[in-house]
């Protein structure tokens, strides 16, 4: 019982483990895609626009102005 228990704890340890870095991971990807708000007008960005470009710093419609230009 008690040798079956140590590796189920340790098992689910690990699969805490790999689970705790995703998310650290997940977290970190989004802290760091791009800007918050948009260095033209300051509006907020959008987060799923952050996340499908994650170098955008700029919003929407000050983008393509700015690829107008
Ligand atoms: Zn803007």
């Known amino acids: 019982m008690q040798g079956n228990n140590r590796t189920l704890e340790a098992s689910e340890l690990f699969e805490e483990e790999q689970r705790d870095r995703r998310i650290a991971m997940v977290r970190a990807s989004?802290?760091?895609?791009?800007?918050?708000?948009?260095?033209?007008?300051?509006?907020?960005?959008?987060?799923?626009?952050?996340?499908?470009?994650?170098?955008?710093?700029?919003?929407?419609?000050?983008?393509?102005?700015?690829?107008?230009?």
């Open 30 to 69: 989004l802290s760091g895609r791009g800007e918050e708000h948009c260095c033209d007008c300051g509006d907020p960005i959008d987060v799923a626009r952050r996340m499908a470009m994650p170098n955008a710093r700029r919003c929407f419609d000050c983008q393509e102005d700015h690829e107008r230009r």
